[in-house]
């Protein structure tokens, strides 16, 4: 579940950080009082600048590199990959296998299932 949550959130980032702060916004607006209004949209800007940050390194700062040797033996390669939910979800559009298909121009083949071991799907 955690990983189909962040998958959902990194792809609309704007409106999974936006969110909090509309919700947090909305609710301060009911109360009448100026410092519980303040408190309410303080919580929002904080809540909203923590999903960003967690957004960022969690998922946006990983890049792939690669040693100038040896790099084109792999742009002949195909590759399999076998594994479980997180090779399934490496597929969709910023995950590891899509940018490395990305970077080598691979030809890959995926087979995969969530929740299953690599022993199961062989």
Not at 8 to 33: E, H, I, N, R, Y
Not at 51 to 59: A, T
Not at 100 to 113: F, T
Request: proline content about 2%; charged content about 20%; some cysteine.
């Amino acid at each position: 579940m955690w990983d189909s949550l962040l998958i959902s959130a990194s792809k609309s980032p704007f409106w999974t950080v936006l969110f909090p702060l509309v919700c947090f916004s909305l609710t301060g607006s009911m109360f009448t009082d100026k410092n519980t209004q303040k408190f309410f949209y303080l919580v929002g800007v904080l809540s909203s600048l923590i999903i960003s940050i967690f957004l960022h390194l969690r998922w946006d700062s990983f890049r792939i590199h690669f040693l100038s040797n040896g790099v084109e033996n792999l742009r002949e390669r195909k590759i399999l990959f076998i594994g479980d939910s997180i090779t399934c979800e490496g597929s969709r559009p910023r995950g590891f296998i899509t940018k490395l298909d990305s970077i080598l121009a691979l030809d890959a083949q995926i087979v995969c299932q969530k929740g299953a071991t690599a022993q199961e799907i062989i």
